[in-house]
C-alpha cells in the first residue's frame, strides 16, 4: 500500500502543472505528431531550458517516450502509461470513499 500511494504522489506531483498539462494535451490531441524540445517550447510560449525540464518530469514517470533521430529527440505520449496512472488514480478514488478507521489502517 504504502508503494502505491508513493506513486500516486508522484502522479499527482507531476500533473501538478500547467505546462506539464499543456505537453501532454499538444501530444496526446494528435497523436501522429512528434515534438522535439525546441517545439514544444515555442507552442507554450516558454524557454527551452524549461521545456526540457517539464518534459524530463513526465518522462521520469513514464507517459513521454523519446525517439532519437539524428541530433533531435522527439516525445510522443506512452498511452499505456498514461491508462495505467489513470487506473491508480480511480482506485485511489476508490478507497478514499471506502469506510476505514481513522488510523489509515485499512485497505
Same mark, same amino acid.
Given at each position: 500500500?504504502?508503494?502505491?500511494?508513493? *506513486?500516486? #504522489? *508522484? +502522479?499527482?506531483? &507531476?500533473?501538478?502543472?500547467?505546462? =506539464? @498539462? !499543456?505537453?501532454? $494535451? @499538444?501530444? &496526446?490531441?494528435?497523436? $501522429?505528431?512528434?515534438?522535439? #524540445?525546441?517545439?514544444?517550447?515555442?507552442?507554450?510560449?516558454?524557454? *527551452?531550458?524549461?521545456? %526540457?525540464? *517539464?518534459?524530463? +518530469?513526465?518522462?521520469?514517470?513514464? +507517459? @513521454?517516450?523519446?525517439? =532519437?533521430?539524428?541530433? =533531435? #529527440?522527439?516525445?510522443?505520449?506512452?498511452?499505456?502509461?498514461? /491508462?495505467?496512472? !489513470?487506473?491508480? +488514480?480511480?482506485?485511489?478514488?476508490?478507497?478514499? /470513499?471506502? $469506510?476505514?478507521?481513522?488510523?489509515?489502517?485499512? %485497505?
Amino acid at each position: 500500500m504504502k508503494g502505491e500511494l508513493n *506513486q500516486i #504522489v *508522484q +502522479i499527482f506531483k &507531476a500533473l501538478g502543472d500547467t505546462n =506539464r @498539462l !499543456k505537453i501532454i $494535451k @499538444l501530444l &496526446a490531441s494528435n497523436m $501522429k505528431e512528434t515534438l522535439y #524540445v525546441s517545439e514544444v517550447a515555442k507552442k507554450l510560449n516558454i524557454s *527551452q531550458s524549461a521545456a %526540457s525540464q *517539464q518534459i524530463k +518530469i513526465l518522462k521520469n514517470i513514464g +507517459i @513521454l517516450e523519446e525517439n =532519437r533521430i539524428g541530433f =533531435r #529527440v522527439y516525445y510522443t505520449i506512452n498511452t499505456d502509461i498514461m /491508462f495505467k496512472h !489513470k487506473k491508480e +488514480i480511480d482506485k485511489l478514488f476508490i478507497k478514499a /470513499f471506502e $469506510k476505514c478507521k481513522y488510523d489509515f489502517k485499512c %485497505s
